[in-house]
């Protein structure tokens, strides 16, 4: 009940005094094996020999259950495309405990209506054929723009998963110049052949033109979550990284470049920690080619994509 209240309901106070109760308990040099040996101890409410009582006798406290299937509750709102961690808490304390119940609310944002329409369809895995031909189709859409370009899926499909979560795309072009023309590609008149349906699908992430968040529906498949994003050549190599993942080795690859270079190390570039006094400021990136190099200016070997599954 501690790491439920802390984790996931961010209920701090509530998970203290479990935390408190729980070292209490564990700190005991004896297994407790009745309520009478903790119901003197200081700290000992009427309502945690209650619980202790219960779980003794039943081995079970329903409490307990109650709140896991809260938590779960919770935990299916917060799945919900573009719904996160903290408005899952929110729509729950509001009333929603179900996916259905969000199909009629006004207050959610256009990427969450479709999160919740589609739902079904989006949690669904996609098997890597699939995947590979939304890859070709994108290239094909991408080479009437800018003929040359470079298209690769990334993700868990470059790490050679049988099945994705969703479509990772990236996209550059080796002649920077074609670099304006390239970042058109993601406005969704390009890639509404994706969609059978115009009102449907293609949605902008953010306000930037280089990236694109959508849902798409292809050749009679279940609809699918995609990203598309355009990188220029120069950076592709640290975005190529970035987005293959997975999102612990780049949690541990930045990590490292951080304290044992001082380097900051992102999509965008591996960069070089500056001070002066109290400024600090990091400098241009590093140039890499590849992800080979990256590895190499951090002193690591270089995993192929499929060693990247932690
Ligand atoms: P999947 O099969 O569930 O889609 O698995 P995945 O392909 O590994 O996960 P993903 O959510 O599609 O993300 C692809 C990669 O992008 C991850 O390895 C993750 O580390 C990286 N990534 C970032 N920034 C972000 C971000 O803001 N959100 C997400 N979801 N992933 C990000 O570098
Ligand atoms: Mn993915
Ligand atoms: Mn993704």
Redesign the pocket.
């Known amino acids: 009940m501690w790491h439920l209240y802390e984790d996931v309901l961010g209920d701090q106070w509530r998970s203290l005094i479990y935390r408190k109760t729980v070292n209490k308990l564990r700190s005991l040099p004896y297994k407790v094996t009745s309520v009478e040996q903790i119901r003197e101890m200081y700290g000992v409410g009427k309502s945690l020999v209650k619980m202790v009582k219960e779980i003794l006798g039943t081995g079970q406290l329903q409490k307990l259950d109650n709140l896991k299937a809260q938590v779960g509750e919770i935990q299916v709102l917060g799945s919900v495309w573009g719904i996160g961690a903290i408005q899952a808490r929110e729509l729950y304390k509001k009333g929603f405990r179900t996916v259905k119940d969000l199909e009629n609310y006004s207050s959610l944002t256009s990427m969450q209506r479709m999160g919740v329409k589609y739902y079904d369809d989006i949690n669904l895995r996609i098997p890597r054929d699939e995947v590979a031909d939304t890859e070709k189709f994108v290239r094909g859409v991408v080479e009437t723009l800018a003929p040359g370009a470079w298209v690769n899926a990334?993700?868990?499909?470059r790490?050679g998963?049988p099945t994705?979560?969703?479509v990772?795309i990236l996209i550059t072009h080796p002649d920077g110049s074609r670099f304006t023309s390239l970042r058109c590609c993601t406005h969704s008149s390009h890639l509404h052949l994706l969609c059978s349906h115009q009102d449907l699908l293609a949605r902008l992430g953010g306000t930037q033109p280089d990236m694109f968040m959508g849902i798409f529906h292809f050749q009679g498949k279940p609809y699918r979550r995609i990203?598309i994003k355009v990188y220029p050549r120069h950076v592709y190599a640290f975005a190529l990284l970035?987005?293959?993942?997975?999102?612990v080795l780049?949690r541990k690859i930045r990590f490292l470049a951080r304290v044992k270079f001082g380097y900051k190390l992102s999509?965008q570039g591996l960069f070089i920690r500056e001070s002066k006094k109290k400024d600090v400021w990091f400098t241009e990136s590093i140039p890499c080619e590849t992800e080979r190099e990256i590895f190499e200016k951090l002193g690591l070997d270089y995993p192929e994509p499929h060693d990247r599954n932690w």
């Open positions: 990334a993700g868990s499909y790490r998963k994705c979560g969703d990772d990203d970035a987005f293959t993942g997975n999102d780049n999509d």
